[in-house]
């Protein structure tokens, strides 16, 4: 064999181990990428609409203890263990988690509807009378008031939670005095306001379950429901 000959086979082998350790290289790169991934999104973990309830359930937890001042979304991620990010993915502000919590724990004791729209309200009454001077007090109070100091939680209040409000109660009043009552409005908002002000200006010891009968007939008054 000559030299030359020896030279170009030396060559070619030379660039056959180059390959093969280049091969080898990119294939133990891939298996440390796909550990690394591994190690960052533990198998089995929650996604993060799996957790919404977790969240959620925290929130209201922490309003009922501190209060919508005192509340941080941070307090809310280490209640529910999950981190910062998954709560502002979702929900992008401190309000709009608030109501978010707000409405789950509302749609969680919420009645079905009857055949009796009459003993509907009574009963929508009756939970909102207990909420306002039972153990939710203290967090009420302080709500309504952040909802005149804190225009972003008025406006998201405002668009979501008192709408859902104001449709329940009138549905059991419509369905008492009819669609077409010329006060329907007034009578809808008439027993919050009510509550509203005996809760934050009136401090007098309160019967809920009697003062929500009393609300109910000055609400349709002695009107009977239509039978259909």
Known sequence: MDYNTEVNSSEKK?????????????????????????VARPRGRRR?????????????????????????V?????????????????????????IAAMRRAKASIEAPET?????????????????????????????????????????VFRESMLADMRDHLRRPIARVVGDDDPELDVRVDLAPAFLIFRMLIDDQPVDPDVLADRLCALVVGSVTPALT
């Open 14 to 38: 030379y660039s056959r181990n180059v390959r093969k350790a280049s091969t080898m290289s990119g294939m133990v790169e891939t298996e440390l990428d796909a550990a690394s991934e591994d």
């Open 115 to 155: 055949d009796d729209p009459r003993a509907d309200l009574e009963a929508l009454l009756r939970q909102m009378t207990h909420d306002m001077f039972g153990p939710k007090a203290c967090f009420i109070v302080g709500f309504v008031t952040a909802l005149r100091n804190d225009p972003e939680l008025g406006r």
């Open 74 to 98: 941070q307090d809310v991620a280490d209640r529910a263990h999950v981190g910062l990010a998954t709560i502002y993915r979702r929900w992008s502000t401190k309000q709009e988690l608030v």
């Open 48 to 72: 993060a609409a799996d957790r919404e309830p977790l969240i959620l359930d925290a929130a209201s937890e922490l309003l009922d203890e501190i209060g919508y001042d005192h509340l941080r």
